[in-house]
């Protein structure tokens, strides 16, 4: 990912800061400029996430690519934080630990980088709370 | 009076034994740990590094204590193993803490002391009234070259140390730092391992700057040993700690409480810090902490330390975040592989 | 809008093409369409060509004008356009294609597509098809392909009690349909040990529950029905056509084993054709993994969710089944090289309602086709009938 794109979302990705549709109430992280159900009404103000929530599915990664390469196996699982907002994220437990409704808890960690030279990519992961 | 307001701590899960190390080596692994007072020491997991370590002991000291970020004016990491050569630390520990943008920072390295150079900046900035609170934090994934003896103790971890005036949990009373230019132990720039003089580490240089900063700090506050209920000095394994201890007339009930290595390893810039945390884990109001930090190059500060009211007071809640003891206790054990991966010691194409 | 027919068709051998560039993929493929249809090349109105990636497999963009250059078009100077919808391409390709022909804007199109994923490592390509799903958001946090639907498996097995051995049974049958496609990457049978044994993806997927990487293209033509005739005694009619797109990220669906976008083409096309489910004489779905396909057969309508497993395992899915669905061999045997998939489908289905398909023939008037997009994002369906 290039200096520009990562450091753009960088606030969002180290301290869970999403938007918060006030016309509807809903949350979103990852943050969304746009309330996908008000549209032009919905009037967007920043958030928060508190940084814990639940596993709604899951898998574990045998065989991937990049930075996440060296990691394998891993669990990859789709969470759902106490806001009611999904993400996909790296859950870091064994491989026989998750399950479906595993409460989970935010960790800082590196995504990534771009190889040796290049920028380091840090962020939210998360861990079983 | 300027002081500690709070105080986190992390280490990574984990860990390898002293014995698995020294089986790769031939070595005798029984005889090593007991020569060095050291059984396991800790490693980072692969995206973890100094940074990530450093957030997560600053995320703990904000948790124990309601904090305004803006109110912090300043940050500070000390390593020995900053993830940039040129792109400091502190930046991401402010932004993942929500300090910036008004704020200055900047990073330190003096080999196992940076971070309690850092506590002693934070310290001026404070008391002068330049910031309202100031973040110091020393923390390391320490290098240790392959067979060397220093593989045995570079561990990884670090500690946070949030510095102000109003309400600390702890006051710091004063401090004062013994240095000279000591060639004990060094890194190169662009070398990915640091070199030692071998028992030149011991009497010239460890020892001379503990016990010269120590005992300056007792005769500056006019104090006997007996005087503080604990005693925190810099912990490169489990023997150097004990005997500067004894050779100042402090007892093993009095560092036991911070000596955090046995089981942890060398985590340099976070060594003393831990063990500071540790002793703030079990630390009682009106309790006293004497602290002799040491850097290689060479030098030792030295802090008398008083526990106040505000650590068992709303203000504060130690139990928000984990103690040294939990997060020694939350472990997993690897071999010298998983280790050696971990560390980035396999040999990888770009 | 005028109705329109498919008048032609042509298909590479799909596989591993060491000796076969991108751009001869298309031409090979567009020269047995013609020859099919029996038309020659200066007929040809407009192009259509489905590609997700030339850009990252070899380095090229601009692909409606490579294609019409080399197919030899250029010098008519006809108008080319580069459809791209992650797997969907091909199937987004025939729509627009389609949709030129039935407003009346061109008379004879051709709607092709091609992929060429061979020439760069594994790795390469595992990070290209990422693409097909939030870079951003699922990108970052280290998801695969074969990861995204593994967790859609998950979710899948949690709720219906889909066993292992159902999901194998997907996988076997398309192989045993595979066998007597001649265009298929792979035509050897398997059975449910097999997949069951072979090497973990991404629990619970594993290498036999994933489509292959392929290079591959496939190319058909388009006439108004009126002047099908003209060019050949079997044309085959578009009776509908169904689009529909869902959330990027698989982690913002309403219901993360339903795709919603193959609910909503599904429906959308099966309302312009005036039929019904029954009617429908068999199904090419995009099995990109085993899982998919179970979905696609709930997604589409053909069974209530849940259903799919037990529905396969009792054959009902096979050539000879209630519902056959991939008797091409589906993505699994075929092979997937992305942009030419959807249009294969096509091809696929055409030769079926002509009573070319030998081996795998099935007696009926009317086809469909789903053709999907990275997790579900995009879906484009078509229903096709004798004329």
């Known amino acids: 990912m290039s200096v520009a794109r990562f450091w753009r979302k960088q606030q969002n990705r180290y301290n869970l800061i999403g938007t918060h549709c006030t016309t509807c109430g809903r949350y979103f992280y990852p943050p969304r400029a746009f309330c996908p159900d008000c549209r032009r009404e919905g009037k967007i103000v920043e958030f928060q996430a508190k940084g814990t929530g639940k596993v709604v599915t899951y898998t574990i990664i045998r065989s991937s690519s990049g930075n996440f390469k060296l990691l394998t196996p891993y669990v990859l699982a789709i969470i759902e934080l106490d806001e009611g907002s999904r993400l996909t994220t790296h859950l870091i437990c064994e491989i026989d630990q998750v399950y479906i409704g595993m409460p989970v808890k935010r960790v800082f960690r590196k995504l990534g980088e771009e190889g040796s030279s290049g920028a380091i990519f840090y962020g939210t992961k998360f861990v079983p709370a | ?350 | 809008m005028r109705e329109v027919a498919v008048i032609g068709v042509g298909c590479t051998k799909f596989g591993e093409k060491w000796e076969t560039s991108f751009r001869n993929l298309f031409v090979q493929a567009g020269a047995l369409a013609l020859e099919d249809a029996n038309i020659s090349g200066e007929q040809i109105d407009e192009i259509f060509v489905g590609n997700m990636s030339a850009g990252r497999f070899v380095e090229q963009e601009h692909i409606g004008a490579l294609i019409a250059d080399y197919a030899g078009l250029a010098t008519d100077n006809i108008p080319a356009t580069r459809v791209e919808a992650a797997c969907a391409s091909g199937g987004l390709s025939f729509k627009q294609a389609y949709t030129a022909v039935a407003s009346g804007m061109s008379d004879i199109v051709v709607a092709a597509g091609v992929e060429k994923m061979t020439d760069v490592g594994t790795e390469v390509t595992t990070d290209v098809l990422a693409a097909a799903a939030d870079r951003e958001w699922e990108g970052i946090a280290g998801v695969t392909f074969p990861g995204l639907y593994a967790m859609i498996a998950t979710d899948y097995m949690n709720r219906f009690g889909l066993t292992r051995e159902q999901l194998a049974q997907v996988a076997v049958k398309n192989h045993e349909n595979g066998v007597m496609n001649p265009n298929a990457q792979f035509r050897k049978a398997i059975t449910l040990d097999t997949v069951i044994n072979s090497t973990l993806v991404a629990d619970p997927l594993r290498l036999f529950d994933c489509s292959p990487v392929t290079d591959g293209a496939a190319a058909v033509i388009l006439a108004p029905l009126d002047r099908a005739r003209e060019f050949t005694d079997t044309p085959i009619k578009v009776l509908g056509v169904g689009q529909a797109s869902s959330t990027l990220a698989l982690h913002d669906r309403k219901d993360i084993c339903t795709l919603d976008a193959t609910v909503a083409a599904g429906n959308r096309a099966f309302q312009m054709a005036k039929v019904e489910r029954k009617d429908i004489g068999f199904v090419e779905v995009h099995d990109c993994f085993t899982i998919a396909e179970i979905c696609a057969i709930e997604d589409l309508g053909f069974c209530k969710k849940g259903e799919a497993g037990r529905l396969t395992e009792e054959g009902q899915t096979a050539i000879g089944g209630k519902i056959p669905i991939n008797p091409s061999g589906g993505l699994k045997a075929c092979g997937h090289p992305v942009g030419a998939t959807g249009i294969k489908q096509v091809y696929e289905t055409v030769k079926q309602l002509r009573g070319d398909a030998k081996g795998r023939q099935i007696d009926t008037e009317i086809g469909m086709t789903h053709n999907v997009g990275g997790t579900g994002a995009t879906v484009v369906c078509h229903i096709f009938g004798r004329a």
């Open chain 2, 1 to 350: 009076m300027v002081g500690i307001i709070s105080y986190g701590a992390y280490i990574p899960r984990y860990r390898i034994k002293i014995e698995e190390i020294a089986r790769v080596w031939g070595a005798n692994g029984t005889e090593i740990s007991r020569g060095l007072g050291v059984y396991e020491k800790s490693l980072p997991d692969m995206d973890e590094d100094t940074i990530t370590i450093s957030v997560e002991a600053a995320r703990a000291a904000m948790a124990r204590r309601k904090i305004d970020p803006a109110d912090i004016g300043a940050v500070y990491v000390g390593s020995e193993s900053h993830p940039y050569a040129v792109k400091p630390s502190a930046v991401t520990v402010g932004e993942a803490i929500g300090a910036t943008p008004v704020m200055t920072a900047a990073d330190y390295e003096f080999a196992c002391k940076a971070g309690t150079a850092a506590i002693q900046t934070s310290m001026g900035l404070v008391k002068s009234g330049m910031v309202t609170y100031s973040v110091a934090i020393g923390a390391d994934i320490a290098q240790g070259e392959p067979g060397d003896a220093l593989e045995y103790t570079a561990a990884a971890g670090g500690a946070a140390m949030i510095i102000g005036n109003d309400d600390p949990i702890a006051e710091i009373s004063h401090t004062c730092s013994y240095t000279t230019d000591t060639p004990d132990f060094w890194r190169r720039e662009n070398k990915p391992y640091p070199r030692h003089g071998g028992r030149f580490t011991g009497e010239p240089a460890y020892f001379k700057h503990v016990i010269g900063a120590s005992k300056m700090m007792l005769e500056k506050m006019g104090t006997k040993p007996s005087d503080y209920t604990y005693a925190v000095f810099h912990q490169p394994n489990g023997k150097f700690p004990v005997q500067a201890a004894s050779m100042l007339g402090f007892s093993m009930e009095q560092i036991k409480p911070g000596l955090a290595v046995t089981y942890l390893g060398n985590t340099y810039s976070g060594a003393s810090m831990v063990g500071l945390s540790a002793v703030l884990d079990v630390a009682k109001p009106g309790e006293r902490i004497f602290m002799t930090s040491y850097g290689s190059g060479a030098g030792s500060d030295s802090f008398d330390i008083t526990v106040t009211d505000v650590i068992d007071s709303d203000l504060f809640s130690r139990d928000a975040a984990p103690k040294v003891s939990e997060l020694l206790a939350d472990k997993k054990l690897v071999d010298y592989a998983v280790y050696a991966k971990h560390k980035g010691k396999v040999v990888m194409m770009e």
